[in-house]
């Protein structure tokens, strides 16, 4: 292993701060490694550029200087990536995605790494070093295939960052087969290295998301598989989207809805289909717009109606738990357990429950959500069903409120 490159007390503050950042890949600083000029660019730090230069740098005219500037950005860059490459030569495969998913730079200096190791491995053969040569191109596929399968990860992962939740289950149905036991351990391991970021606030804030996108997401994975564990399910469901789609008028359809719904035919492998279908068009560059908005209309109206048949107890939880005070909950808690008529209008639901009855539903969600975070499948009675509906309250904050309503429901009422 080559010796650390020590900074000199000429480097500017971010400098400094990169090399704190990037001690995972061996004290390199990712700057400028050697140098003993101040830093030419004191306004972008923090990525490894091509050679180090300023975005808004004019390119200076060709000539002498300029080529051996150039010559000594690219030495430069290549005693970084040796350096980055030694530490991932040192270490286990097994180590390299958490080297990965720990460092900020790599996504920017990952191909400028790949390409040095091909060229290594080149100049070996070059010069008959055969076995030099394919050690470094088993290093070489066997890096890339990693980087390749972790960027897909991380893509993934801001793709359904980018959309709201709502949107989230339509989305698994297409991209089941990324959403592996290697995709949620990547995004622990994005969430251990949120914890390392010096600025705290931040760090919080990304632990959170990334804990909310990884328990929603595993719960409607797991509702995905069951529905799909039932064919006959799924070819009801398929006949039942036919007949949707024959339809004349978007109220005729909404009235389909309400009468699949009645007849208890609107289930979760209905939604799924409806999902598969609404992600499809709405991902295709060739479909109409008139045509997304349709199967949008028919996938969210099907959502609607199908939230509406969840069983009481989860439909007054929702509603508890999108109430900030504590003093107003304590309030709608109480009025819940008042026994009477259950009324269905238009706007408005008069719903009661037990105290037992709402305690289950509260353990059968925090169940969820604990094997969630674990990565363990779920053994529940239905749990398309309860998959579904949790996946909407798994947020950090709404789980920790959650908490306190059971705490509250077995003090006063238990």
């Not at 929603?216 to 509702?223: D, E, F, G, S």
């Not at 492998?269 to 908005?293: C, F, I, M, P, Q």
């Not at 239905?382 to 798994?394: F, H, K, N, R, Y």
Request: hydrophobic share 45%.
């Amino acid at each position: 292993m080559a010796p650390a490159v020590s900074l000199s007390p000429a480097w500017c503050a971010p400098c400094n701060a990169s090399f704190r950042a990037y001690k995972a890949f061996g004290s390199v600083c990712i700057s400028h490694p050697r140098s003993r000029r101040p830093c030419p660019s004191r306004q972008k730090h923090g990525t490894l550029a091509s050679a180090h230069e300023s975005s808004s740098t004019v390119e200076p005219a060709p000539g002498p200087k300029s080529q051996s500037l150039r010559a000594e950005a690219v030495q430069s860059n290549n005693e970084v990536y040796d350096k980055v490459i030694e530490v991932f030569a040192d270490k286990k495969p097994s180590a390299w995605r958490k080297l990965i998913a720990y460092s900020k730079q790599w996504r920017g200096m990952a191909d400028g790494i790949l390409k040095r190791l091909d060229t290594r491995a080149d100049a070996a053969s070059a010069r008959d070093a055969v076995e030099e040569a394919a050690t470094l191109r088993k290093l070489s596929r066997r890096l890339r295939a990693v980087h390749e399968e972790l960027e897909q990860y991380v893509s993934l992962a801001e793709a359904f960052r980018k959309q709201p939740p709502g949107e989230w289950e339509s989305m698994v149905t297409t991209h089941r087969p990324t959403l592996t036991m290697e995709f949620f351990s990547h995004l622990e391991l994005m969430y251990m290295a949120a914890g390392a970021w010096e600025d705290a606030a931040a760090a919080k804030q990304e632990q959170e998301a990334l804990a909310t996108l990884s328990t929603n997401l595993a719960a409607l994975v797991t509702a995905h598989d069951s529905v799909l564990s039932d064919e006959s399910a799924l070819g009801a469901a398929r006949a039942s989207l036919a007949e949707l789609l024959s339809v004349g008028s978007m109220e005729e359809a909404d009235a389909k809805i309400d009468s699949l719904a009645a007849s208890g035919r609107l289930d979760p492998a209905l939604l799924l289909t409806l999902g598969r279908a609404y992600n499809g068009v709405k991902e295709s560059e060739y479909t109409r717009e008139e045509v997304k908005d349709v199967m949008a209309h028919l996938y969210f109206k099907a959502k609607e109606s199908f939230a509406a048949q969840a069983p009481v107890e989860v439909r007054i939880l929702k509603h508890l738990l999108s109430v900030d005070s504590p003093s107003d909950r304590a309030v709608l808690l109480d009025q819940a357990f008042q026994p009477g008529a259950t009324l269905v209008q238009s706007g408005v639901d008069m719903l009661s429950t037990t105290p037992g009855a709402l305690l289950n539903a509260i353990a059968n969600v925090l169940a969820l959500f604990d094997k969630a975070t674990q990565g363990v499948h779920v053994g529940d009675s239905d749990p398309s069903s309860l998959a579904s509906q949790a996946a909407a309250m798994m947020q950090p904050e709404v789980i920790a409120r959650m908490r306190d309503l059971a705490a509250l429901i077995r003090k006063k009422y238990t």
